[in-house]
């Protein structure tokens, strides 16, 4: 009885299919915030004076500073990937590294700005709040909720480039296999996209 | 990323089922990231939630034998009509298909090794798990089974003291469970297809996996994030749907409503896959109208999107809407139509061979066409006014999800496992059990539509005299159906114990991709993957006899 040795090419490659794969995650959290973004319009039509007067109350130059923040963690983001695609793998570990750093900054930004409402007594279910018209409590309802989940989607960012740094370090990403990076990439782009429209939609329509 | 995995095979190649990798015994399963031992890993696990559901539908019926107390309180009721629901829609039928044949035969079916992303596969099963998980400790833990109904409506279900949380965060992993297996099954269908394979020469049941896979990724994201606000306003007070926090209750139902309509869709077009893969097998004849119940898929996954809000007639809307939505809901009977036309016309002279799974299509065909017709009923306004919230609403949708969905999957049962396994169940007990499945069925829920025309509520506990007769007829038909479903299961457990073995490549004379492959498949499924030069469902044979014979005549 001869033993034959039998190989199978087994787990294939497809970097189309892997990008293709993460756009449509990407347009799940789109809905997901999206039904967010419903909720927020109609309740903006219901009550328009109360969300008025509650959005003057939001600190607008953190949020322009958090929006400038993310915004260049972005570029980091992109030029890491920029860096590996030229092969250069200490560049683009920095850069990945500036990444997570910006992402911190803006998450200590919106820790210091939750604080300050909280110190105000402005919380779900305080006193302050509830004694407050119904349009304010849902208004800050909405703003708890939807900044909330999006500082999870940072932080599961920065979880998933600091994977990709050391993915990176020990040559799995490389400079011709880098689609996990670039995905990652792209859901890092659509965390700060969402941002973009949190930012005016809380901070600047008052 | 190239895994390179080298086997000792003595010249053969092992069948999924005995193959050896990196693990052994219970790990070599629960590690898999074959599309097959998943696609078992899910069978196993959605049969057992299906008998449990079962079972307290069964539990419900007994109660409602007679007017007053039966066996339980209305506490109690009020529970089980609400664990039954989500188990049976999270748990069963809206994974059922796609999960359990969809993970095994989606890759086979177009000529693919696996799915694009395997490793994703065997997570969307471990969230499955934790979903199941989630859903058994809401009916255990201390605070008592939620009450509220599969659909959570606010403000009761921020108000009630029962375990609301457990059986929301259920459902909210099991919606992340099921995006995962959607994400992957569209990359699959857009990547993996053998050489060949256009998108016409795709068989029927990927057309549909392919649509629901798509109405997966696009709708279930909202019943999530609804769901999660519901969890987070009932933990932290936050104002959101809670009418004394200045929210709006009836949002709570359209976002609701925007998932899971859409949902009976992701539940009923795998089954019409079904359907359309088993009729021209057995009638030895090549479908009628390919195109037309492939796109009718697309159609049905479209027009099914824009529907929700018939379910909300009498919550409150205005009458442009009502109109709106009620001219969407006749929209989609037609491409429902065009597949049961399709179908039927199949049928017509064709050399019919009423086998096991034949028989569960015929009876998949009969009752879609009644929850169907019925289900057009119900989106004539004036009509929905009236029996809303009535048993009528209940007949229709069990009809639809369970004469349906139900049926679709014993068809496949039936069809494809002795394919998976090897092993072939006992035909004759398989026939006959499918008579009593039938008419246990018709005879539980057909008189739900009279009493439901009549006046009689849904989801009550006590009811009027005038309506036991119809009650008793229900609960005796329950009685037929488990024993008929107990029976249809024993058979299929005796087969795959001591059934009679089977290595024939083609047991019923298929003309898709895993008729083609070794019985049980081979844990590559392809040695080589095949090249694809025709469309499935070919029958040259039989289609030059037909014609012959007509032209005779």
Do not use: C
Not at chain 1, 102 to 131: D, Q, R, T
Not at chain 2, 152 to 176: K, Q
Not at chain 2, 204 to 233: K, N
């Amino acid at each position: 009885m001869s033993t034959q040795e039998h190989t199978v090419t087994h787990i294939h490659r497809d970097d189309i299919g892997a990008r293709m794969g993460m756009w449509l995650f990407l347009f799940t959290e789109l809905l997901l915030f999206g039904g967010m973004f419903i909720l927020y319009s109609i309740y903006r039509y219901t009550y328009p004076d109360a969300f008025h007067l509650a959005a003057k109350d939001l600190n607008t130059i953190i949020g322009t500073f958090n929006t400038a923040i993310l915004l260049t963690s972005s570029l980091t983001m992109a030029l890491s990937i920029a860096a590996i695609q030229r092969d250069r793998k200490s560049l683009s570990i920095f850069l990945q590294f500036i990444t997570i750093l910006l992402a911190l900054g803006f998450m200590v930004n919106k820790y210091f700005e939750w604080s300050a409402k909280f110190s105000h007594g402005i919380y779900p279910g305080s006193e302050v709040l509830l004694a407050k018209p119904s349009g304010e409590i849902v208004f800050y309802g909405l703003y708890y909720v939807m900044t909330g989940l999006h500082g999870l989607h940072v932080i599961i960012g920065m979880v998933l480039i600091a994977i990709m740094m050391r993915f990176t370090y020990k040559g799995i990403i490389k400079a011709d296999s880098y689609v996990k990076l670039e995905t990652v990439g792209l859901y890092w782009h659509l965390v700060d996209i969402i941002w973009i429209f949190l930012f005016p939609l809380f901070y600047l329509i008052t | 990323m190239n895994e390179t995995i080298t086997v000792p095979t003595n010249g053969k190649h092992p069948s999924y089922l005995e193959y050896k990798g990196k693990y052994k015994g219970f790990l070599g399963w629960v590690l898999s990231t074959d599309h097959k031992r998943i696609g078992i890993l899910y069978l196993v696990s959605i049969l057992s939630f299906f008998l449990v559901g079962a079972t307290f539908g069964f539990l419900l019926r007994l109660e409602l034998i007679a007017p007053g107390r039966t066996i339980m309180d209305p506490q109690t009721y009020n529970s089980f009509f609400t664990l039954h629901g989500v188990i049976m829609v999270f748990l069963f039928v809206i994974p059922a298909i796609p999960a359990i044949f969809g993970n095994f035969f989606l890759p086979i079916l177009i000529g693919a090794r696996d799915v694009s992303f395997p490793r994703l596969n065997l997570l969307s099963w471990y969230l499955y798990i934790i979903g199941g998980l989630l859903a058994i400790i809401s009916i255990i833990a201390p605070g008592g089974a939620a009450d509220t109904g599969w659909t959570f409506y606010i403000p009761y279900s921020v108000r009630t003291g029962t375990n609301v949380i457990y059986a929301l965060f259920a459902a909210f992993v099991l919606g992340f469970s099921s995006i995962l297996t959607g994400i992957n099954f569209v990359t699959t269908v857009h990547r993996l297809r053998a050489p060949g394979m256009t998108w016409f020469k795709t068989p029927l049941s990927v057309w549909s996996i392919y649509s629901t896979a798509w109405v997966q990724v696009l709708v279930t994201p909202i019943i999530g994030i609804t769901l999660l606000l519901v969890v987070i306003e009932r933990t932290f007070s936050v104002g959101l749907f809670d009418p004394a926090l200045g929210g709006d209750p009836v949002l709570f139902q359209h976002l609701f409503w925007i998932y899971s309509h859409p949902a009976v869709y992701i539940m009923i077009l795998p089954a019409m896959g079904i359907v359309s893969e088993i009729i021209p097998v057995f009638a030895r004849r090549t479908i009628f109208g390919y195109k037309f119940i492939a796109l009718s898929s697309v159609a049905i996954a479209f027009f099914g999107s824009l529907v929700w809000a018939h379910h909300m007639f009498t919550a409150g809307m205005s009458n442009t809407g009502q109109f709106i939505f009620s001219l969407l809901t006749m929209i989609v009977s037609i491409p429902s139509a065009i597949k049961v036309f399709n179908w039927t016309a199949t049928l017509y002279k064709g050399s019919i061979e009423l086998a096991p799974p034949l028989l569960y299509v015929l009876a998949f065909i009969f009752q879609f066409a009644i929850g169907g017709l019925t289900g057009v009923m119900l989106g004539i306004l004036s009509i929905d006014i009236m029996v809303h919230d009535t048993s009528f609403v209940v007949a229709h949708f069990h009809y639809v999800m369970f004469g349906g969905t139900g049926f679709g999957i014993f068809a496949a049962l039936h069809y494809w496992l002795p394919k998976m396994f090897g092993r072939m169940y006992n035909i004759k007990v398989a026939k006959s059990t499918f008579w009593l499945v039938f008419v246990g069925f018709n005879l539980l829920y057909f008189p739900m539509f009279i009493m439901g025309w009549l006046g009689m509520p849904r989801r009550y506990y006590d009811y009027l005299p005038e309506f036991h007769i119809y009650h008793l007829l229900s609960t005796i038909g329950s009685w037929i159906l488990i024993l008929g479903i107990l029976i249809m299961f024993t058979n299929f457990i005796v087969a795959l114990i001591r059934g009679k073995k089977i290595t024939e490549k083609n047991i019923w004379g298929g003309e898709t991709l895993e008729w083609t492959i070794d019985t049980p498949p081979i844990h590559e499924n392809f040695l080589e993957i095949p090249t694809v030069h025709e469309a499935p469902y070919e029958y040259k044979q039989n289609e030059t006899d037909i014609r012959q014979f007509q032209e005779v005549k």
